[in-house]
């Protein structure tokens, strides 16, 4: 319900025809951000609507539901009780918007499709012989390609997904250098807002692609940013 209702309000007061007016051009590089942000987030909550009905719809007719029930010992003694079910794995909205890791946000993106793909793309081939955790690009790299493939032959959908990949590659090394200290001695209140600006601003940068499609639009986007998000990225 949340969601339909921002969809009504950021349709009527938001429009990606409005980044190529010369208005939007001659504003400030603030004003152009926090606009390209609403505009990701009207395409991001209209696509989540739409993930919630389909959920919604396969919960009514209780396919996905699973009774509450006790699980037994061998003796028949009650070792624990199961609750109910519904099986609804979209994550809500809010939390999506309140991740500070972009990868988070991700993952919590359409997870059926999600899931799908790291189970039966990247998983399959990753090398089984390094340690678990260990960053591997290329499966990562690949899976976002099949991603970009699925969603169709345009030139924004992989400009989108390579940079998504990017993103989390260049995360999850700059996690390994200083990710940890960071945790440890800075506080969650001070280092979270800044994180969650700059991932939601390399999101949005690299998202407006997908809604663009087209190169010569998706370029104008960025060099009236400055092409900030390459450099912030670099």
Known sequence: VMCLVLVVILTGQVKSAYLFTEEWVQSNFAYKVVYLFFVVQTKIVSCYAGFSSMEANFIACGQSYKPAHEVK??????????????????????????????ATAVAGWNVQVHNWLKYYIMLRLMDRSKPRGQLQVMPMILTFVASAVWHGIEVGFFVMFMGLAFI???????????????????PYRVYHPFLWLYQWFLGAYFTIAFILLRFEKINHVHKNLYYSGHIVLI
Not at 74 to 94: H, Q, R, T, W
Not at 168 to 186: C, K, M, S, Y
């Open 168 to 186: 989390d590659l260049i995360q999850g090394w700059r996690e390994d250098l200083a990710g940890d200290w960071v945790l440890t001695n800075v």
């Open 73 to 102: 010992d061998k003796d028949g003694k009650v070792v624990k009780v199961v609750p109910e079910d519904f099986f609804a794995i979209n994550d809500p909205y809010l939390g999506l918007l309140d991740a500070g890791v972009l």
